[in-house]
């Protein structure tokens, strides 16, 4: 529950593409903000990828506020479409959670994700989605849409493809 006259974190949801209208306009209040922001590819049908730098979290930001006396405001800000909650409450956003994607925030502003590198044939495990703690072996990527290629063993081989995120490498027995 949310005490409203303290100063807490809030993830607030901005029309996408204005992240950084939203995050000007609030700063102007003045509300601390973060829009953590990451480097990913950008895919082009008749071009080379080339590597953009857009919201880590499209559509939202931070801000870090009295909801007492600055929700109303905020809400109301150009670019903003609400603040995260249930109702008329807003849910806070633990100090941690901040705190550590301010930790991972490289020299130039951007978080640093660190991309997990599997090989042909690595065993890997499924760790979330349907097939959550199947086991399989790597067959592929397809980095255009962030997901591999998993030849499920249980399936006598099946081949499914799973979000690159879902996957980790199975402990060597």
Known sequence: ????????????????????????????????????????????????????????????????FCAAGSLRAVSYSRGVLRVVGGGDQPWSVDDAIVADIRDRLGPEGCVEIGER????????????????????????????AQRDVVLIETLQQGRVLVRRDSLELSEAA
Do not use: K
Not at 48 to 59: D, I, N, Q, T
Not at 126 to 134: E, H, V
């Open 1 to 64: 529950m949310t005490t409203s006259d303290e100063i807490q974190w809030f993830a607030i949801q901005a029309r996408t593409g204005a992240e950084a209208v939203a995050e000007s306009n609030l700063r102007a209040l003045p509300i601390e903000t973060l829009l953590p922001l990451a480097r990913r590819p950008v895919h082009h049908a008749t071009r080379r990828p080339r590597m953009a730098v857009r919201p880590l979290f499209p559509g939202y930001l931070f801000g870090r």
């Open 117 to 144: 590198p599997f090989r042909v044939g690595d065993s890997v495990h499924i760790t979330a989605g349907p097939l959550s703690g199947w086991a399989g072996i790597f067959d592929c990527e397809l980095s255009h």
